[in-house]
């Protein structure tokens, strides 16, 4: 039965999947995207394209994996952005951004195709699910403005954080099995990085010294936040016996969004916290969201055939983006038209709200 919008079911359900949504800007303008911002870019197959042939042994005939063609395509990245008063932009290649409607602007990358960004209501914030057909890349896209200063105790408070990681690469672990003398077989064996999908939450507490603790799942750090130029907060954890954990977040003009970008040999991760806010109310969230996700399996599992070589990977195919329009009325009631779908958003606690579909 459908209860929530496709988007929503996605993120909620466990799986390796990131989403945002954020209340439009109704009467944005050009102008109101001119400055420093920095770009986070997060990306992963669309699909993985298996290549496979048959092996012949002792006169049977033995399905084996030998490629996968979008192995690689996994990215992130954390770049500083310039808008100027055109719409010209720099830093994650060159193009232009113009305002397409109310909360939207399209950013047309120099000989790449268009990406349509929604625009939260501050102007400060901008994100995108986007599917690049070409490349077989899958990307969530994250445009944080600069705040002309940051100071600890701009970061004193609650934040709520949400983790997507993934692979940087598929790595395929090839063997031999000598099982017919005459025709040793090379197949794969093992893929490196396919458990490495997943998701976290945690709560990170700041306070005005830049001191700070961070419950994530079982686990509970402390840790100090040092405020720099162009909207950077060093975010250092202690970790003995093994080196520190150092994380560059980038906070928004709002100072309520922060997001870093994490990688290590064969892992990528992308970072968002939102600062809760001290009180809420349900007429707060009155008006129209948009919503976006990537969306990974949990795991690649593997087939494997008589030879103990892989031969299939069920999940090859479950990786989408989705895109959603909700809109909200002052007593919580949503609509979501692409799934007709209705429902209430009901305050948990200030900063938290259960969403529910009623059809």
Known sequence: MKTLPRILRS???????????????????????????????????????LMTANTPVFG??????????EKTNFMARMV?????????????GNGVITVAGPGLVQAVPAAESPVMFSVNA??????????????????LMLMLKAPASLTTADMAG?????TLGTPRELQLRWTTNYLDPQHPVDGIFEIEGRSS???????????????????FGPDTMNGTATPGASGLLTVVIPMPPN???????????????????????NYQEIVVAVKLPAAQTEGESQGLW??????????????????????????????????????????????????????????????????????
């Open 290 to 359: 948009r919503v976006g996700g990537l969306e990974t399996p949990g795991l690649l599992s593997l087939i494997t055939n008589g030879l103990g070589f892989v031969m299939d990977l069920p999940d090859k195919n479950n990786f989408a983006v989705h895109r959603e329009t909700i809109h909200i009325g002052h007593t919580g009631v949503f609509t979501a038209p692409a799934d007709r779908t209705v429902g209430r958003v009901s305050i948990v606690s200030p900063g938290a709200v259960q969403v529910a579909g009623t059809n």
């Open 122 to 139: 501050a102007q400060d914030l901008a994100f995108a699910a986007h599917v690049t057909s070409d490349s077989g890349q899958q990307e």
């Open 158 to 162: 609650v934040w709520k954080m949400v």
């Open 80 to 92: 500083p952005m310039t808008i100027d008063n055109s719409g010209n932009f720099s830093g994650p």
């Open 197 to 215: 999908f997943g998701t976290g939450n945690g709560t990170l507490t700041v306070a005005g010294d830049g001191s700070f603790s961070l419950v």
């Open 60 to 69: 049977n005939n033995y399905l084996t994996l030998r490629d996968i063609f």
């Open 11 to 49: 993120a909620l359900a466990g799986a390796a999947a990131c989403w945002l949504g954020m209340a439009v800007s109704l009467g944005q303008s050009q102008a109101n995207f001119v400055g420093n911002w920095n770009f986070a870019q997060f990306g992963t197959p669309a699909r993985l394209t």
């Open 243 to 265: 080196p520190a954990m150092t994380l560059l977040f980038y906070v928004n003009q709002s100072k309520n969004v922060m997001a870093a970008v994490h990688t290590e040999p």
